[in-house]
T-cell receptor, first 114, second 109 residues
């Protein structure tokens, strides 16, 4: 099993460009998440999904969009990239948070906006 | 805003000693608590989960939970240099987890 797969691992964007960060899981988890991690700042929730067709905003959703057309995939779209979006992005999946509801993380995408 | 607070460190302990990491949280409704370890440049990996008041032991790791005082801690016995990493406390918040900023642990030989 691959677990949670994120692509790309690294990317440099110019201000104003757009891109999609891909995330796929093969564990049949209903819950999927996108977090960003800035140095010394911990993980901040961007968006999450509790199932196909259902998404909701987290703590820092501005400048991002998501979709969840299948259980397996949860892409994160950046429109009009800004330097403030320079960060490391982690996708995660889980069973419902609670008993046995720990996350499986992808390997991360390191994004630099210049 | 539901908060999860950790001392950022660095916490430095000699090899073989006990490392004690602490975390406080603000949401009294939280039911699930996790400790993740994150090496530099890597993704977080689960070390321990705890759901009930008291202690939970797994090898060299012991998680402690006190819901009345709203704190959770992680003890690492016989600390090894390979334990040097950032330790993230995570607390359930609705459908997701809230993470603390992490405590950097350095185990010196």
């Amino acid at each position: 099993n691959a677990g949670v797969t994120q692509t790309p691992k690294f990317r440099i964007l110019k201000i104003g460009q757009s891109m999609t960060l891909q995330c796929a899981q093969d564990m049949n988890h209903n819950y999927m998440y996108w977090y960003r991690q800035d140095p010394g700042m911990g993980l901040k929730l961007i968006y999450y999904s509790v199932g196909a067709g259902i998404t909701d905003k987290g703590e820092v959703p501005n400048g991002y969009n998501v979709s969840r057309s299948t259980t397996e995939d949860f892409p994160l779209r950046l429109e009009l990239a800004a330097p403030s979006q320079t960060s490391v992005y982690f996708c995660a999946s889980s069973q419902p948070v609670g008993q046995e509801g720990s996350y499986t993380f992808g390997s991360g995408t390191r994004l630099t906006v210049v | 805003q539901k908060e999860v607070e950790q001392n950022s460190g660095p916490l430095s302990v000699p090899e073989g000693a006990i490392a004690s990491l602490n975390c406080t949280y603000s949401d009294r409704g939280s039911q699930s608590f996790f400790w993740y370890r994150q090496y530099s440049g890597k993704s977080p990996e689960l070390i321990m989960s705890i759901y009930s008041n008291g202690d939970k032991e797994d090898g060299r790791f012991t998680a402690q939970l006190n819901k009345a005082s709203q704190y959770v801690s992680l003890l690492i016995r016989d600390s090894q240099p390979s334990d040097s990493a950032t330790y993230l406390c995570a607390v359930s918040a609705g459908y997701a987890l809230n993470f603390g900023k992490g405590t950097s642990l350095l185990v010196t030989p």
